[in-house]
């Protein structure tokens, strides 16, 4: 167990549609990272945050907005959704922003 | 961003031969070099790591070397089990930034 909580695990919806997934680090991390990973493909970064504030933004689409919380949870919002941004979300936190990544279960959103 | 490429993209090998797998990059700043391995359906973890000042580490059967000058580092794993068999990504970190190589599938035939 990674520490790291990321719910629904499972979210199938429709064309258009919006979601938000949610994950909650692991205690004491400050950097949430949120990927995305499409079938038999790489980590593609979407989005950093630290301690509350961005800090870097990666192939983030401008209909998906993330934020984190002052208690350090973290929200990624997929808004217009396209059969293609079916795919396999990850959250991964960390302690400082050079250091190991730590990975959650990840959220499996599948558009039909 | 940082250009982040792994080799070979996939690797089988017998059982108890050792793998090595090569991961370049392009931006000199980068100073942590993590390696984390991905089984099916499941999410990545780390296996091993490496700062910029070091220029190679062992954990059991599992090694990293990282050559700065030439900007790539190197995931050996020797004796390999069919345990082994999984995606292996590297992450160099710069600054704020995770980029992830694109994967080497490793298969290790019993």
């Known amino acids: 167990d990674s520490g790291v909580t990321q719910t629904p695990k499972h979210l199938i919806t429709a064309t258009g549609q919006r979601v938000t997934l949610r994950c909650s680090p692991r205690s004491g991390d400050l950097s949430v990272y949120w990927y995305q990973q499409s079938l038999d493909q790489g980590l593609q970064f979407l989005i950093q945050?630290?301690?509350?504030?961005?800090?870097a933004k990666g192939n983030i689409l401008e209909r998906f907005s993330a934020q984190q919380f002052p208690d350090l949870h973290s929200e990624l919002n997929l808004s217009s959704l396209e059969l293609g941004d079916s795919a396999l979300y990850f959250c991964?936190?960390?302690?400082?922003?050079?250091?190991?990544?730590?990975f959650g279960n990840g959220t499996r959103l599948t558009v039909t | 961003g940082e250009n982040v490429e792994q080799h070979p993209s996939t690797l089988s090998v017998q059982e108890g031969d050792s793998a090595v797998i090569k991961c370049t990059y392009s931006d000199s700043a980068s100073n942590y070099f993590p390696w984390y391995k991905q089984e099916l359906g499941k999410r990545p973890q780390l296996i091993i790591d490496?700062?910029?000042?070091?220029g190679e580490k062992k954990d059991q059967r599992i090694a990293v070397t990282l050559n700065k000058t030439a900007k790539h580092f190197s995931l050996h794993i020797t004796e390999t089990q069919p345990e082994d068999s999984a995606v292996y990504f590297c992450?160099?970190?710069?600054?704020?930034?995770?980029?992830f190589g694109t994967g080497t599938s490793l298969t290790v035939i019993p």
């Open positions: 992450a160099p970190n710069t600054g704020n930034q995770f980029y």
């Open positions: 945050y630290y301690n509350g504030e961005e800090r």
């Open positions: 490496i700062r910029s000042n070091v």
């Open positions: 991964a936190s960390s302690v400082v922003q050079d250091s190991p990544l730590h």
